[in-house]
């Protein structure tokens, strides 16, 4: 069964710091990852897409990182603002363009 | 403008009553999808539509139904809701064109089932 899992569940940092987050999926064949941010009460956008062939992408202060191999991703922030408190979702496209949710990774960031 | 709308943006409705949940593009892609979130849960399919002419069924179809009237407009309809429907709603689009499969996300309707 075609599985993504994101750790940990929940974070709370104080401004300024980074922190990394996780992302361990199952999906087969594998398309693309996609990581998501979703503010509260709003709908998830897109942050950044990682296909087969790539192993470090950034946007910004957003990193994100990407073996094929041993299925992992991970994003990393690097001086975090208040402004990035919300949910990060990871997901994943495998056959058939079709798209596997993890339960995300809520970020609060403190003053 | 939003690209993807929603409406309504909040509802409280009784139990058996009958919902529907509209949603609106202007993004002219081909795929529309219905998503249910529920608190610490990760988004669910519920129904997702390729063209006007293809309906297919998520994951969490029970209890939901939708329509396609026309490539911009994806209905999803409660024919007797239930308390446990209560949750964040969530429509989104696709295009085909590109193929990486980015979602583009309305801002959501929060029913709440009493």
């Known amino acids: ?111 | 403008d939003a690209d993807v709308t929603q409406t309504p943006r909040n509802r409280i409705t009784k139990t058996g009553k009958r919902i529907m949940l509209e949603c609106s593009q202007t993004k002219g892609h081909d795929r529309m999808y219905w998503y249910r979130q529920d608190p610490g849960l990760g988004l669910r399919l519920i129904y997702y539509s390729f063209d006007v002419k293809d309906i297919n069924k998520g994951e969490i179809s029970d209890g939901y139904s939708v329509s396609r009237q026309a490539q911009a407009k994806f209905s999803l309809s409660l024919e007797s809701a239930i308390p446990n429907q209560t949750a964040l709603y969530f429509c989104a689009t696709s295009s085909i064109r590109g193929n990486t499969g980015e979602l583009f996300f309305g801002e959501g309707s929060r029913l709440t089932v009493l």
């Open chain 1, 1 to 111: 069964k075609n599985q993504v899992e994101q750790s940990p569940q929940s974070l709370i940092i104080l401004e300024g710091k980074n922190c990394t987050l996780q992302c361990n999926y199952t999906v087969s064949p594998f398309s693309n990852l996609r990581w998501y941010k979703q503010d509260t009460g709003r709908g998830p956008v897109s942050l950044t897409i990682m296909t087969f062939s790539e192993n470090t992408k950034s946007n910004g202060r957003y990193t994100a990182t990407l073996d094929a191999d041993t299925k992992q991703s991970s994003l990393h922030i690097t001086a975090s603002q208040l402004s990035d408190s919300a949910s990060y979702i990871c997901v994943v496209t495998g056959a058939g363009n079709m798209l596997t949710f993890g339960g995300g990774t809520r970020l609060m960031v403190k003053p």
